[in-house]
């Protein structure tokens, strides 16, 4: 298993703020993805973190809003900008098994950054 | 149609009854599956795989149907510790249900 570290845990900003919010992992992994939860909802996939080159985003999402920083295999940024009240949600790092190999689909969570966006 | 569809709930059982969950994905080329378990205010943890021939982990038992392209869990003599939120999720990169809630009452 892989151990994920988030920083912040959480955080209260104010309207048309950014936002960036770190994740560490304690080994090398190719893939790291992005997800929000907003409360009461389920997961949603925001872009996968790929090292050396940019971000792929999911459909709703996009660069200006959400940059993504991927500067080497265990450690990503995501920025949430110009942040509105819509945006208060909870953003989770999280990275496939580094033992499973690629594409197993088995997912590690770091423990979220809990965002508030007044 | 959303891509995975779950009952909400919440199921509210008590201790030592069967409950079984169901998960339906829209995406008949899906080839992973996977449960989830989310305690409140917690990170998602792997429950459990979910294999084309059913797999089967202590009390917890996985289906896969794809003919009707649905999973499904079931957990058996639940426990007070089961309460939780249950997520299933497909493919890769994983796209999950909304979760359902489950109370276990003593």
């Known amino acids: 298993s892989a151990v994920i570290s988030q920083k912040p845990s959480r955080d209260i900003c104010q309207r048309g703020t950014s936002l960036t919010i770190q994740c560490q992992v304690d080994?090398?992994?190719?893939?790291m993805f992005w997800y929000r939860q907003q409360p009461g909802q389920s997961l949603t996939l925001i872009a996968t973190?790929?090292?050396?080159?940019?971000?792929?985003?999911e459909s709703g999402f996009v660069i200006d809003k959400f940059p993504i920083s991927r500067p080497n295999l265990t450690f990503s940024t995501l920025t949430v900008s110009n942040m509105s009240p819509e945006d208060s949600s909870i953003y989770l790092c999280?990275?496939?098994?580094?033992?499973?190999?690629?594409?197993?689909?088995?997912?590690?969570f770091g423990e979220g950054s809990r965002l508030t966006v007044l | 149609r959303k891509e995975v569809e779950q009952d909400p709930g919440p199921f509210n059982v008590p201790e030592g009854a069967t409950v079984a969950f169901n998960c339906t994905y829209s995406?008949?080329?899906?080839?992973?599956f996977f449960w989830y378990r989310q305690d409140c205010r917690k990170e998602p943890k792997l429950l459990m795989s979910?294999?084309?021939s059913g797999n089967e982990d202590g009390r917890f038992t996985a289906q896969l149907n794809r003919a009707s392209q649905y999973i499904s869990l079931l957990i058996r003599d639940s426990k007070l510790s089961d309460s939780a939120t249950y997520l299933c999720?497909?493919?890769?990169?994983?796209?999950f249900g909304k979760g359902t809630r489950l109370s276990v009452i003593a």
């Open positions: 080994s090398q992994v190719t893939m």
């Open positions: 999720a497909v493919n890769t990169p994983l796209v």
């Open positions: 979910v294999y084309s």
């Open positions: 999280s990275v496939e098994d580094p033992a499973g190999g690629m594409n197993t689909g088995e997912l590690f």
């Open positions: 973190a790929n090292q050396g080159s940019e971000a792929t985003y």
């Open positions: 995406n008949s080329a899906s080839q992973s």
